[in-house]
């Protein structure tokens, strides 16, 4: 079974675009995948960052995904600060990297160029990511655009390290989602829905009235015909998209904006009302979630121990035993 790691920053209350683009495929792909669902609590702190809303939110995160559907027997549910071998596996991939590949990340040079106090952290991110993958021998990482120069780099540290230290890495490739995966913003179709970025957003949690109020508030056009074109009529689009990948099917009327609008805030209804009535249920039991969250820690870390193992060994570290 090919291993597959998918990331999550509790950073924000999840979304529509993080079920579609991310949750759903990892779902439904448990059965043919060994998959690893990471929540990135480490690289929540690499920007400006609340403690206690990181901490409230990873406990929130692990709940909704197994609210909606993530079954930790087949996908172990890892908090990555629990898993210290990453971070020791960071360092040592540091001491692999260029100063100048890291500050060529675009991510980098967007998130620091405001600037104000940039985390050294900032920098060394796609070194973080590359030690999520690296550290599990993961084969394939689900990732979208904003991603694909991270992912990049770890494939050439692995490719470098394994030609200058001998073979120590799976070099991790990355898989497109599905089409129609990428939820965008409903206030600016132009941008993706974020956690922590625009206005538009439907959150997993929220309740079925602000919804409503957020489907209906979405920006559309004055072309009043109802058609998929994301370069003229991206609002419409991707509300039509949002209908498909929620209720499987076309808009019943090429005209009115309005029963588009009732058709999608039905349709995201019918997909959040289990999810909101699981996590409900699973919420009155943190202990529970905490445990899963143990579980999944202890499912991967003798093979990120193994990893680091072979790492240390291959830079030259003497051995304790
Ligand atoms: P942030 O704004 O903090 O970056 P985010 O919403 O982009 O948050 P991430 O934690 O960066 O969420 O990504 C989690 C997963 O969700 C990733 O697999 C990412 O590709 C996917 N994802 C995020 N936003 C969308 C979206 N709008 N549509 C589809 N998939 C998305
Ligand atoms: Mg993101």
């Known amino acids: 079974t090919t291993r597959r790691l998918t990331g999550f ?46 901490r409230a939110l990873t406990l929130e995160q692990a709940t909704v995904m197994l609210a909606a559907g993530v079954d930790p027997e087949r996908t172990p549910i890892v908090v990555q600060s629990h898993v210290p071998e990453i971070t020791e596996l960071h360092y040592l991939l540091e001491c692999a990297t260029g100063f100048g590949e890291a500050a060529r990340m675009i991510q980098f040079k967007e998130k ?52 200058r230290y001998g073979r120590t890495f799976t070099v991790p490739e990355g898989v497109r989602p599905e089409a129609a995966a990428r939820v965008m913003d409903l206030a600016d179709p132009t941008t993706k829905m974020g956690k922590s970025t625009g206005t538009g957003r439907i959150a997993l949690l ?16 004055e072309l009043a015909v109802v058609r998929r074109d994301p370069g003229r009529q991206p609002g419409v689009t991707n509300l039509i998209d949002i209908l498909a990948a929620c209720a499987g099917r076309e808009p019943a009327d090429p005209h009115s904006y309005g029963k588009l609008k009732r058709e999608v ?57």
């Open 112 to 163: 620091s160029s405001g600037g104000g106090h940039v985390r050294l952290s900032l920098l060394t991110y796609p070194v973080l990511m590359a030690a999520d993958i690296l550290a599990h021998d993961i084969v394939q990482v689900p990732v979208g655009e904003d991603q694909n120069q991270h992912l990049e780099l770890a494939r050439t540290l692995a490719t470098r390290f394994n030609a």
């Open 265 to 321: 805030t039905d349709a995201v209804e019918a997909v959040l009302a289990p999810i909101r009535s699981r996590h409900a249920a699973l919420a009155g039991d943190p202990g529970h979630v905490r445990e899963i969250l143990a579980e999944g820690a202890r499912q991967v870390r003798p093979r990120a121990f193994a990893t680091v193992r072979r790492t240390r060994a291959a830079l030259g570290l003497l051995d304790q035993d």
């Open 9 to 54: 920053k509790p950073t924000g209350h999840l979304h529509l675009g993080n079920l579609l683009g991310a949750l759903r495929p990892l779902i439904a792909a448990q059965d043919g995948t060994a998959s690893i669902t990471l929540i990135a609590d480490l690289h929540a702190l690499t920007l400006d960052h609340d403690p206690e809303r990181v």
């Open 206 to 221: 929220d309740p079925p009235d602000v919804v409503r109020r957020t489907v209906a508030r979405a920006v559309t056009d």
